[in-house]
């Protein structure tokens, strides 16, 4: 638990985006850290029933149209004061009208209420990948992140490398006997997974933290980092399976961005393939480390690491639950 002392455990905290596994991560540990915290989620009735169900049951929960600035003033912060707010809010597809809606024009909206509600510290959940921008959302978080800086307001740019969600999604396909898929090699890309629990503990211990106070603040979890081959040979491992792995080129991943990209030059209904194709690209490419400018390279040990879980304890957690 963070040092949260009588007076400042008192502090009225805001968690915007609270039905995602960040979102209620954060809002567990705030709540357990001894702040007053109100968890916000999309109005639309379908997320009611999920939001509810993750939340600690004696947590808060507000529900607002995250764009609309009116209903975040009414609905979320009424004649109400709060200290700090959280933004956990993302694209769910990273496609350029999501993003910018998302990661752009909601974050500002939260700002501008803030800011006129007195709010005194705002933290931001980005993404370590913001540093080599070539896509949309990329843009668009790298926007808001500006617009936050000058706001006046005290800030914490969060930019957490992978997380364990996104890194899990061929669990099925080996436990299917199929290979396990990687790009290129499978080694030229690593990162330092977090889970959502470290994640959601740092981010509270921002509050309290002054060398966490305005700054953008990279982080991972426990290293070393680790390629897709190294995550492969996990699950295999732990499956006790003889390691079976597929190498896609990254040339022909190229190849598809081009001609999607062509197309959707052409076809507006085809822009949103080409951008996920950009996406794709991406992360098959790049490491989400810290990028050293001055000698153009990912760096591990540049890279801050939290927490305590792993990639293989999640993956044995998951598996272990399957049985």
């Known amino acids: 638990m963070a040092e949260v002392s009588t007076g400042i455990a008192r502090k009225r905290v805001l968690v915007f985006g609270a039905s995602g596994t ?3 991560a954060t809002l567990r540990q705030l709540k357990s850290d001894g702040y007053d915290v109100t968890g916000v989620v999309r109005s639309a009735s379908d997320r009611r029933d999920e939001a509810s169900a993750a939340r600690p049951s004696d947590a808060k929960l507000r529900f607002c149209d995250f764009a609309n600035s ?33 990661d752009y024009e909601a974050n500002m909206q ?3 209420v803030a800011q006129s509600a007195g709010a005194e510290h705002m933290i931001l959940v980005s993404a370590i990948c913001v540093q080599k921008p070539r896509l949309a959302f990329q843009h668009a978080k790298l926007a808001f992140e500006k617009e936050l800086i000058a706001s006046g ?38 990162c330092k997974p977090i889970s959502d629990a470290d994640l959601g503990r740092y981010i509270s211990e921002c509050i309290t933290n002054p060398e966490r106070h305005d700054r953008t603040l990279p982080i991972g979890g426990p290293g070393p980092a680790i390629s897709p081959r190294e995550q492969g040979e996990m699950l295999f491992e732990l499956l006790n399976m003889k390691p079976r792995f597929r190498y896609v080129p990254i040339a022909l991943l190229t190849s598809f961005v081009r001609i999607l990209g062509a197309v959707g030059k052409l076809f507006e209904r085809a822009q949103p393939a080409a951008e996920y194709a950009r996406i794709a690209r991406y992360y ?27 990639l293989f304890e999640h993956y044995a957690k998951v598996l272990d639950t399957d049985h």
């Open 284 to 310: 098959a490419t790049e490491s989400m480390l810290v990028f050293d400018d001055d000698r153009k390279v990912y760096s591990d040990a540049a890279t801050p690491e939290t927490g305590d879980d792993t």
């Open 70 to 102: 009116d209903s975040v003033s009414k609905d979320v912060f009424g004649n109400e004061s709060f200290d700090v707010v959280v933004s956990c809010l993302a694209s769910r597809t990273g496609e350029k009208k999501d993003a910018y809606f998302v």
């Open 22 to 24: 960040i979102g209620r």
């Open 153 to 190: 307001l005290t800030y914490s740019i969060v930019r957490p490398t992978a997380f364990f969600k996104s890194l899990s999604g061929q669990i099925e396909r080996v436990k299917r006997g199929k290979p396990f898929l990687v790009f290129g090699d499978g080694t030229h890309t690593r």
């Open 110 to 112: 939260i700002l501008r």
